[in-house]
C-alpha cells in the first residue's frame, strides 16, 4: 500500500513543481465540470487560457485585471511570510479606494494631471489605516488579526456604501448610488494608445521588485521573516516581533489601499458600491500560488487574471454563470496546499503484511 | 416591534451563530482551527435551500445541510489531519471555495421561493402574556440548539469520550501515547463540527431568510468562530454570547424602525464592530485565553514522529 514518509530534506523540486502540477489537477477537474455541465470541455480550455492571450488587446486586458491582485498579493506575501494571517486587504482595498475618491472629487475642469500624485498617496494611506487598526488591535490588546481583518472587510463595504449612498452621491446622477464620474485629469496616466492599462502596472512591478529586495537582500526583511518561521529565535537575535506586525500590516495594507486607488482612478472612474470585486480575496491565493515570493506572485496575479477574465468570457459565451471563477479559484487553493505535501513528504509503496 | 417580539428575534438570530459556534467547538476541542466555517455554511445554506425548493420538507433540508457541512468538513479534515496543510491556509480556501462554489452552484435558485412557513408555538406555555411571544414561540431548531448545549457540556465534561476528545485537542501526544486514535478522533470532531455549521447554513436559508442569494450568510461564520474564543470554549457561554449576538444584530433593526436617525450603513456594522469590540475586550487578558483554550489547537500531529 501507499505510504507517506518523511523525507529528510525537504525537497526544491516540487516546491517549485506544486504550483504546476496543483494548476494541473484544477485544470482536469474544471475540464470534469465542463463535461458533467453538458459544456465542450475544449471550449472550456479555450475560454480560459487561450481566449485571454490571443490578441495584444485581450493581453492587456489581462495585465490590467493582474495589476490589483499582484499589489495586492506582494504585500500579502510579506505578511504571510511574517506568520501575520491578514485575511481582510479586500477591505483596506476598498478604504484605498474611498480615500482616492475623496481626493479625486476635490479635482475640477482646471486641476493638473499631477492630481494624481496625492490620489493615490491617499489611497495607500487609507490601506494603511485600515491595515493600522489591525496591527493596534492586535499589538494593544492581542485581538486575534484574522477576526478582525475579516470584520473590517464588512465595515470597510458599509462605509463605500454610505458614501455612495449618503454624502457623496452624484446629485445630477438619478438617485443612483455612485459618485459623479471623476474629473479627465485624475485618470491614471495610460502606458500605451488603444489599451485600458495604467501606470498601475509598473508600480506594481516596482513594488514586486521592492519587495524582492526588501524581503532577501535588507536586514529588516530578514528579520522580518525570521520573527514569522522561527519567534523564539527572533526574540533571542534581538528581533522585535511588534514591529514585525506593524511592518506587515502597514506594508500589505498600504498594497492594497494603492490597488484600490488605481482601479477607482483608473478603469472604474468612479466611486459605485461595485468596487469591491474580490480581489483581496483572490490576492490570497495569488500570494499562495506564487510561493509568498515576488517573482512567483507575477505568475500567479497573470494565471489569477486569466481565471477571471475566462469566467467573463464563460458567461458571455457558453453560458455559465461567471461565479465559475470563483470554484476554480478554490480549487487551485487546494489542490496547491495539497500537493504541497509533496515537498515534506514521499510517497512510497510498500507491500501489504 | 414589541419587546416580547424582539427577544424572540434575538433568540431566533442567536441560534443560527450557537449552531455554528457550537460546531466550531468540538472542532477546538479537538486541537483543530476551521477558518472554513463561512464557506460550509453558505453550500449547506444552497444544499438546504434546493433540497426544500424540491422536496418540501424542512427536515430534508436541514438534513441536506448537516450532509454539505460534514462532507466539507471531511475535506478539510482529510487535509489538515493526513496531508498535515496548514489549518489556516486550508481552512480559508474552504472558505473561498465555498463561497464561489455556492454562487456558481446557486444561480438558478436565485428566483426560487419557498413554501410558506408554519407558525410554531408551544401548547399552553405559547400563550402566556410575554414569555410566551418571547421564548415558546420560536421555531423548533431554536430549542434543539438549547438541547445541543446541553448535550455537548454533559458529553464534554462528564462522559468518557469528551474526556478523551478533550485530551487529544490538550495532548494529542499523550492521547496517542494511551492508544487512541488521535486522527479518526480528530476527524470524527471536523465532521461532527462541520455538521453543525451545516444545520446552521441551511437554518439561515430556509428558516431565517428563507431564500437563497449569494454570500448571504454574510460573515455569521467569522462571528461564530469570534464566539468560540469569547466563550473560553465553554458550550453553556457559547450559547448565551450567540444570543447576545443576536440581539445585536436585532437592536440594529430596532432602532431603524424607532426612527433614528443613523444611516442604515452604520447599523449593519454594528454586528461586525461589536465582535472587534468584544475580541479586544476578550484578549486583553492572555492568559485567562492561555488557560482555557485548547493547547494543541492549529498545531498538526503525526503519530509516527
Given at each position: 500500500m501507499f505510504e507517506l514518509r518523511n523525507r529528510a530534506e525537504a525537497s526544491r523540486f516540487w516546491a517549485a513543481a506544486s504550483p504546476a502540477?496543483?494548476?494541473?489537477?484544477?485544470?482536469?477537474?474544471?475540464?470534469?465540470?465542463?463535461?458533467?455541465?453538458?459544456?465542450?470541455?475544449?471550449?472550456?480550455?479555450?475560454?480560459?487560457?487561450?481566449?485571454?492571450?490571443?490578441?495584444?488587446?485581450?493581453?492587456?486586458?489581462?495585465?490590467?485585471?493582474?495589476?490589483?491582485?499582484?499589489?495586492?498579493?506582494?504585500?500579502?506575501?510579506?505578511?504571510?511570510?511574517?506568520?501575520?494571517?491578514?485575511?481582510?486587504?479586500?477591505?483596506?482595498?476598498?478604504?484605498?479606494?474611498?480615500?482616492?475618491?475623496?481626493?479625486?472629487?476635490?479635482?475640477?475642469?482646471?486641476?493638473?494631471?499631477?492630481?494624481?500624485?496625492?490620489?493615490?498617496?491617499?489611497?495607500?494611506?487609507?490601506?494603511?489605516?485600515?491595515?493600522?487598526?489591525?496591527?493596534?488591535?492586535?499589538?494593544?490588546?492581542?485581538?486575534n488579526e484574522i477576526l478582525v481583518s475579516l470584520m473590517l472587510v464588512y465595515v470597510a463595504v458599509q462605509l463605500l456604501q454610505y458614501m455612495v449612498y449618503g454624502p457623496w452621491k452624484d446629485p445630477n446622477g438619478y438617485n443612483f448610488p455612485q459618485t459623479k464620474t471623476f474629473e479627465s485629469a485624475t485618470q491614471i496616466p495610460k502606458l500605451m494608445g488603444g489599451s485600458r492599462v495604467t501606470i498601475g502596472l509598473l508600480l506594481a512591478l516596482a513594488g514586486a521588485g521592492g519587495m524582492w529586495v526588501y524581503l532577501y537582500r535588507t536586514r529588516a526583511g530578514f528579520a522580518q521573516q525570521v520573527g514569522g518561521m522561527a519567534p523564539a529565535a527572533a526574540r533571542y537575535a534581538g528581533f522585535s516581533a511588534r514591529k514585525g506586525l506593524w511592518t506587515a500590516l502597514l506594508i500589505s495594507g498600504g498594497f492594497a489601499g494603492l490597488a484600490g486607488g488605481l482601479e477607482v482612478a483608473g478603469p472604474i472612474g468612479q466611486l459605485t458600491p461595485y468596487v469591491p470585486a474580490g480581489y483581496g480575496f483572490a490576492a490570497i491565493i495569488v500570494a499562495f500560488v506564487g510561493r509568498l515570493h515576488p517573482v512567483g506572485a507575477v505568475l500567479s496575479a497573470l494565471l489569477m487574471s486569466m481565471f477571471y477574465i475566462g469566467g467573463e468570457l464563460a458567461q458571455s459565451r457558453m453560458?455559465?454563470?461567471?461565479?465559475?471563477?470563483?470554484?476554480?479559484?478554490?480549487?487551485?487553493?487546494?489542490?496547491?496546499?495539497?500537493?504541497?505535501?509533496?515537498?515534506?513528504?514521499?510517497?512510497?509503496?510498500?507491500?501489504?503484511? | 416591534m414589541s419587546s416580547a417580539l424582539l427577544v424572540a428575534a434575538a433568540l431566533d438570530a442567536g441560534t443560527i451563530l450557537a449552531l455554528a459556534s457550537l460546531g466550531l467547538l468540538i472542532n477546538e476541542k479537538a486541537g483543530i482551527l476551521n477558518l472554513g466555517a463561512e464557506g460550509m455554511m453558505l453550500c449547506s445554506a444552497l444544499a438546504g435551500f434546493a433540497a426544500v425548493v424540491h422536496t418540501g420538507s424542512s427536515v430534508m433540508g436541514f438534513g441536506a445541510g448537516m450532509l454539505v457541512g460534514a462532507a466539507m468538513a471531511a475535506l478539510f479534515g482529510w487535509l489538515v489531519i493526513w496531508l498535515g496543510t496548514n489549518q489556516y491556509a486550508t481552512g480559508l480556501a474552504l472558505s473561498l471555495f465555498g463561497a464561489g462554489l455556492s454562487a456558481f452552484a446557486g444561480t438558478s435558485y436565485v428566483k426560487e421561493k419557498l413554501p410558506e412557513a408554519v407558525q410554531y408555538k408551544i401548547p399552553l406555555l405559547g400563550d402566556l402574556p410575554f414569555v410566551g411571544e418571547a421564548f415558546f414561540s420560536q421555531h423548533p431548531m431554536v430549542y434543539i440548539a438549547m438541547c445541543i448545549t446541553a448535550g455537548m457540556m454533559w458529553f464534554f465534561f462528564k462522559t468518557r469520550?469528551?474526556?478523551?476528545?478533550?485530551?487529544?485537542?490538550?495532548?494529542?501526544?499523550?492521547?496517542?501515547?494511551?492508544?487512541?486514535?488521535?486522527?479518526?478522533?480528530?476527524?470524527?470532531?471536523?465532521?461532527?463540527?462541520?455538521?453543525?455549521?451545516?444545520?446552521?447554513?441551511?437554518?439561515?436559508?430556509?428558516?431565517?431568510?428563507?431564500?437563497?442569494?449569494?454570500?448571504?450568510?454574510?460573515?455569521?461564520?467569522?462571528?461564530?468562530?469570534?464566539?468560540?474564543?469569547?466563550?473560553?470554549?465553554?458550550p453553556i457561554r457559547v450559547l448565551l454570547g450567540a444570543y447576545l449576538f443576536g440581539g445585536v444584530t436585532m437592536l440594529q433593526f430596532q432602532l431603524q424602525a424607532a426612527g433614528v436617525h443613523i444611516s442604515s450603513q452604520f447599523l449593519n456594522m454594528m454586528p461586525y464592530l461589536a465582535t472587534i469590540v468584544v475580541l479586544v475586550l476578550i484578549s486583553r487578558n492572555p492568559q485567562w485565553i492561555r488557560l482555557n483554550m485548547p493547547q494543541s489547537i492549529g498545531k498538526p500531529f503525526q503519530p509516527n514522529s
Open positions: 502540477l496543483a494548476l494541473l489537477i484544477t485544470v482536469a477537474i474544471g475540464m470534469g465540470i465542463f463535461v458533467a455541465l453538458g459544456k465542450d470541455p475544449v471550449q472550456g480550455l479555450q475560454v480560459f487560457f487561450w481566449e485571454p492571450i490571443k490578441s495584444s488587446y485581450a493581453i492587456s486586458e489581462l495585465l490590467l485585471k493582474a495589476t490589483p491582485l499582484l499589489l495586492i498579493a506582494v504585500g500579502l506575501a510579506v505578511c504571510f511570510r511574517s506568520n501575520v494571517w491578514n485575511i481582510g486587504a479586500e477591505g483596506q482595498y476598498i478604504v484605498g479606494a474611498i480615500a482616492a475618491g475623496g481626493v479625486a472629487l476635490m479635482a475640477t475642469p482646471d486641476t493638473s494631471g499631477w492630481i494624481v500624485v496625492p490620489i493615490l498617496l491617499a489611497a495607500i494611506a487609507g490601506g494603511m489605516a485600515w491595515g493600522g487598526i489591525v496591527a493596534l488591535l492586535r499589538d494593544r490588546f492581542n485581538a453560458g455559465l454563470p461567471k461565479s465559475i471563477t470563483g470554484v476554480f479559484q478554490g480549487l487551485l487553493l487546494f489542490s496547491l496546499l495539497a500537493c504541497d505535501m509533496l515537498i515534506a513528504k514521499q510517497i512510497t509503496w510498500r507491500r501489504a503484511q | 469520550s469528551g474526556l478523551v476528545l478533550r485530551s487529544v485537542g490538550e495532548s494529542p501526544q499523550s492521547a496517542h501515547a494511551l492508544g487512541y486514535n488521535v486522527r479518526l478522533i480528530r476527524l470524527g470532531a471536523v465532521m461532527a463540527g462541520g455538521a453543525l455549521c451545516g444545520l446552521a447554513g441551511a437554518y439561515v436559508s430556509t428558516v431565517y431568510t428563507p431564500l437563497w442569494v449569494e454570500g448571504m450568510t454574510a460573515g455569521k461564520g467569522w462571528i461564530a468562530l469570534a464566539l468560540t474564543t469569547f466563550a473560553t470554549w465553554r
